[in-house]
């Protein structure tokens, strides 16, 4: 217990710093949240414009698909608020060696590269997406809004998988010395989890399911609030963050048993 | 005259070729950049496409096939990445915020020609390869690619690129005046990205929407050039495309020289 509130404090800490931070340069933070909305608009337009052509795209028509994106953006938004800045940084502080110091410190090593910023200017497209992803579910007929409650599951389940995912692919920055690539790589793969999964067929939605589960983000968690509830979806989404936690810290203690620092 | 030509010629190539050098200095990371990157892009879209014909009432739609959409899908995340520049305007922007810009202005040589020639370099050995990708896949599914106009529509490209860089310019030199202006390049690109057509194609947008894109230049970056070389548009596109990047870049130019005049003579260079 007084672990917990130690570093629920040193994450206040970190939150009045960036919010220090993002409001020095007013302006700068202004564009930032415009940006964040202009993004998350391409998405939604995207969808718009396909079905003033078509009713259905995959196994869902507008209504349905506007769930899927809205709880695409808000798992997003989290992600982007709590994370995205911390892994943007990874491969300057393994390459400068700022690293070096970050794991002197007197706590757990991944939350302090994960969790140092946060992304103030994601806030307002947190509430945002919320917001939407309530009204579009609204537009749905004879939704049972009891299903919400499985989110509080599958939310962190498409959480874990992005966290995961990110550190992951940073940490072999470790094992290469310049890894800008795997920002590129990212930022393609993470494309696969703002598209419903029903796009994709046989072995290869199997592989987004269950290898790299980008369907968690938020076709499996739409899945079960737009169709009949299937169980072992729900099972998979309880199970899965445990197995990823658990196969990154493994990966993250190999990577630094393999770091030489660049700042000596 | 032809003194400073050989002179102005050997300098950008010694920059292109810098900029290509710089890029292929990490292979793995320029493998990842040229190929990996926009596999993964093409794939993800095809799929999306494939999936909206298989569901689609009809065997068109806004009056065009699915081979057409394929080879949009194809082709426009590879001129999309051609045409937009995150790298090297945070490298300019950098430059004028930290004051390392002081080195480039102390030689003799333009800060906007600097940059210009090292991302030509770098988008010419980038295209080089990761056009295969496209070229290949239309090839094995037979996409209605026009081949022959393929130089043309490179030359629209390369034409665009110089706007491109003009709006990189006018956002590093935002420096001059605002302490931070990172988020004028994302604003910024990912405008373009809805405005070029890259996301989707505009002549699927409603119809107010489809004019005003058209009439801006930005369409000339991914669009016109795609529905030319694919056949959705004719060779009147084509040339609205350049005579649209021609005004933009008189105008964003002309701004561009304003601003930098002021930029220069109120900035105190304190570099060591």
Known sequence: MNNLLKYLSIYKAFFKASFAADIEYRLNFVFLIIAEFVWYSTQLILFEVLYRHTNVIGDWNLQQMRVFIFLALFVDSIYMILWDQNFLAFNDNVRKGTLDLLLMKPIDSMFMLSSQRISISHIPCFFITAAGCIWSLAQLPDFNWLKLLWLIFLVPAGLSVIFCGRFALNCTAILFTRADFLQYVWFSLFRLGLRPDAIYSGFLRIILIFVVPFAMVASIPARILLEPTQYWMIAWGIVLPFILVTLLKKYWRYCLSQYSSASS | ?272
Do not use: C
């Open chain 2, 1 to 272: 005259m032809r003194t400073s030509f050989a002179a102005f010629w050997r300098r950008n190539l010694a920059l292109a070729n810098l900029g290509i050098v710089t890029n292929l200095e990490y292979r793995f990371n320029f493998i990842i950049d040229a190929f990996i990157q926009p596999i993964l892009t093409v794939g993800i879209e095809v799929l999306l496409w494939l999936a909206i014909f298989k569901t689609a009432e009809h065997a068109q739609i806004g009056g065009f096939n699915r081979e057409s959409y394929l080879a949009y899908a194809v082709w426009a995340p590879f001129l999309g990445r051609i045409t937009i520049s995150w790298m090297y305007e945070s490298m300019m922007a950098e430059e004028v915020a930290s004051g390392s810009i002081n080195t480039i202005l102390s030689r003799p040589i333009s800060f906007f020609e600097y940059y210009l020639s090292q991302m030509i370099g770098y988008k010419l050995i980038t295209t080089l390869f990761s056009m295969m990708v496209p070229v290949a896949v239309s090839i094995y599914f037979k996409l209605p690619i026009f081949y022959e106009r393929l130089p043309i529509t490179l030359l629209l490209v390369t034409y665009y690129l110089v706007l491109v860089h003009i709006m990189s310019f006018l956002v590093s030199i935002l420096g001059f005046y605002l302490t931070r202006v990172r988020s004028f390049t994302i604003l910024k690109n990912l405008t373009l990205m809805l405005l070029s057509g890259e996301l989707v194609p505009i002549d699927l947008m409603p119809k107010s929407l489809e004019k005003l894109f058209l009439f801006l230049p930005f369409s000339s970056g991914v669009y016109i050039p795609l529905a030319y070389l694919s056949g959705r548009g004719d060779f009147e596109l084509l040339k609205t495309g350049f005579f649209n990047v021609t005004w933009a870049i008189a105008v964003l130019g002309l701004f561009s020289i304003i601003f930098w005049k002021r930029g220069v003579r109120q900035y105190t260079g304190t570099g060591a």
